[in-house]
């Protein structure tokens, strides 16, 4: 057990929905990390928050956002989604907000449908 | 583009033998390396990382050995057991230049383990 939760475990929806995905960290780390795991990509970056703040992006789509709130959980907003989205979506975090290992959380396997 | 890069998909290797998995990383200005496993249905697993200023660096079992020269990481995993089984992965991260914890990751190893 990594220390990182993500919940839901499993998320089925429509073509055009929208939906959360949450993490919470481990206790102590100030970074989060969103990243993606599709069979064809790999695992991708998306977008990282140090304490509250935006400090890197990757590949992610404009139809994605998230944030990290005041406690340090952070959400990750799909919408308008595509069936291309359907992916494990992994949750990581750190201590701090370069270069340190980064603990992942289980995942959340989405299926648009 | 950006990209790690694996040598090897798939590795079989008997039990109790050593094992060793290849990635090249394409970018020299990356200065910080992570080895990850993944089981099946589960998230990434930290196993050791290595910083640009050492060559070689050992954990329990595992060793991590960098080439900057060739722009080589390797992971040799001693006495493989069953419980090894897994993808590997192997992540980049320039975070001297960008000061940020973006990993980029290669497409990864599957290792079989032969009891």
């Known amino acids: 057990d990594s220390g990182v939760t993500q919940t839901p475990k499993h998320l089925i929806t429509a073509t055009g929905q929208r939906v959360t995905l949450r993490c919470s960290p481990r206790?102590?780390?100030?970074?989060v990390y969103w990243y993606q795991q599709s069979l064809d990509q790999g695992l991708q970056f998306l977008i990282q928050?140090?304490?509250?703040?935006?400090?890197a992006k990757g590949n992610i789509l404009e139809r994605f956002s998230a944030q990290q709130f005041p406690d340090l959980h952070s959400e990750l907003n799909l919408s308008s989604l595509e069936l291309g989205d359907s992916a494990l979506y992994f949750c990581?975090?750190?201590f701090g907000d370069g270069a340190y290992e980064q603990y992942f959380g289980p995942g959340t396997r989405l299926t648009v449908t | 583009g950006e990209s790690v890069g694996l040598h090897l998909p798939t590795l079989s290797v008997q039990e109790g033998d050593n094992s060793i998995i290849n990635c090249a990383y394409s970018?020299?200005?990356?200065?910080?390396f992570i080895w990850y496993k993944q089981e099946s249905g589960k998230g990434p697993q930290f196993i050791i990382d290595?910083?640009?200023?050492?060559d070689k660096r050992q954990g329990q079992r595992v060793t991590v050995l960098l080439n900057k020269t060739v722009k080589h990481l390797s992971l040799q995993i001693a006495a493989t057991q069953p419980g090894d089984s897994a993808v590997y992965f192997c992540?980049?991260?320039?975070?001297?230049?960008?000061?940020?914890?973006?990993?980029?990751f290669g497409q990864g190893t599957t290792l079989q383990v032969k009891p």
């Open positions: 990581a975090s750190s």
């Open positions: 206790s102590g780390d100030l970074s």
């Open positions: 928050y140090y304490n509250g703040e935006e400090r």
């Open positions: 970018n020299s200005a990356s200065d910080y």
């Open positions: 290595i910083r640009s200023n050492m």
């Open positions: 992540a980049e991260n320039m975070a001297g230049s960008s000061n940020t914890g973006k990993l980029i």
